[in-house]
């Protein structure tokens, strides 16, 4: 795989992993058990390595799209953890 093929998701990539740091501390900071919780994060970041090296050539031609979702969806998540941690929901 190229960076010219995963250029379009770059922003994703970026953010995405941003958003999980702040969604692994929120699990920290609720008392979940760090070993677990270290142990489910490995297992999804294996997931989505996998799923980004064979899904990309399909999902190429939507890149677009998806990385409008992703964009909507990794806002959404920082403000729901912003205002958890103001306590305002």
Request: charged residues 10%.
């Amino acid at each position: 795989m190229s960076m010219k093929e995963i250029t379009p998701f770059l922003g994703l990539i970026i953010f995405g992993n941003i958003e999980n740091l702040v969604l692994a501390s929120q699990g920290v900071t609720a008392g979940v058990n760090p070993i677990i919780l270290g142990g489910l994060s490995l297992i999804f970041v294996i997931m989505w390595l996998l799923i980004g090296n064979y899904g990309t050539a399909a999902a190429i031609k939507h890149a677009d799209a998806i990385e409008f979702i992703g964009g909507l969806a990794i806002f959404i998540l920082g403000l729901q953890s912003m205002l958890e941690a103001l306590h305002i929901i």
